[in-house]
T-cell receptor, first 111, second 114 residues
Framework: DAKTTQPPSMDCAEGRAANLPCNHS???????VYWYRQIHSQGPQYIIH???NNETNEMASLIITEDRKSSTLILPHATLRDTAVYYC????????????FGSGTQLTVLP | NAGVMQNPRHLVRRRGQEARLRCSPM?????VYWYRQLPEEGLKFMVY????????ESGMPKERFSAEFPKEGPSILRIQQVVRGDSAAYFC????????????FGPGTRLTVT
């Protein structure tokens, strides 16, 4: 699996968009980008994933650059409950393989 | 549809005892994964199972740890002769299998070895 690089921490004002970057310059053509988050020692929560195209669901949007070497997770209207560690994971398949969690980004949403 | 269930949520064992952690996957999910999170560290993959089969145990310690996912009933992670270094949060995840499916995690079991 490709290695990912994320900033260790970020702050965001409540109600504003939170943009979390992830670099994965060694990603291969058939690897997906997955995002999970872990809220204060709870079980990780799946957010979104994509292969090439940008994706959007009820939680977030995922923007993948054309060369696929980086991506951005966007939480459009951050709330205090979005304070968590966010993990960007690159893997051949999110299901039929182990997930390798790095250090992630500690997002703190400020009131 | 109930999520992934783990029990117990908290488990205290003395050194040398056995710990059994149970995981019931989401309904319709046939794939189970176990991860461990040591204090102040990230989650580490331990083992991946399908019904009655261990698919990948590359993250399991070589000794004292075992896992099973029987045809009926929950998946069990068993730790024999626990030591203080086994104190951690153990998370189970499940998925329906196949390509391009996300894993859904349970709330975890926090094991404390005294």
């Amino acid at each position: 699996d490709a290695k990912t690089t994320q900033p260790p921490s970020m702050d965001c004002a409540e109600g504003r968009a939170a943009n979390l970057p992830c670099n994965h310059s060694t990603i291969s053509g058939n690897e997906y980008v997955y995002w999970y988050r872990q809220i204060h020692s709870q079980g990780p929560q799946y957010i979104i994933h994509g292969l090439k195209n940008n994706e959007t669901n009820e939680m977030a949007s995922l923007i993948i650059t054309e060369d696929r070497k980086s991506s951005t997770l966007i939480l459009p209207h951050a709330t205090l409950r979005d304070t968590a560690v966010y993990y960007c994971i690159v893997t051949l398949s999110g299901s039929a393989r182990q997930l390798t969690f790095g250090s992630g980004t500690q997002l703190t949403v400020l009131p | 549809n109930a999520g992934v269930m783990q029990n117990p949520r908290h488990l205290v064992r003395r050194r040398g005892q056995e710990a059994r952690l149970r995981c019931s996957p989401m309904k319709g999910h046939s794939h189970v994964y176990w991860y461990r999170q040591l204090p102040e560290e990230g989650l580490k993959f331990m083992v991946y199972l399908q019904k009655e089969n261990i698919i990948d145990e590359s993250g399991m310690p070589k000794e004292r740890f075992s896992a099973e996912f029987p045809k009926e009933g929950p998946s069990i992670l068993r730790i024999q002769q626990v030591v203080r270094g086994d104190s951690a949060a153990y998370f189970c995840a499940s998925s329906p299998g196949g390509q391009d499916y996300e894993q859904y995690f349970g709330p975890g079991t926090r094991l404390t070895v005294t």
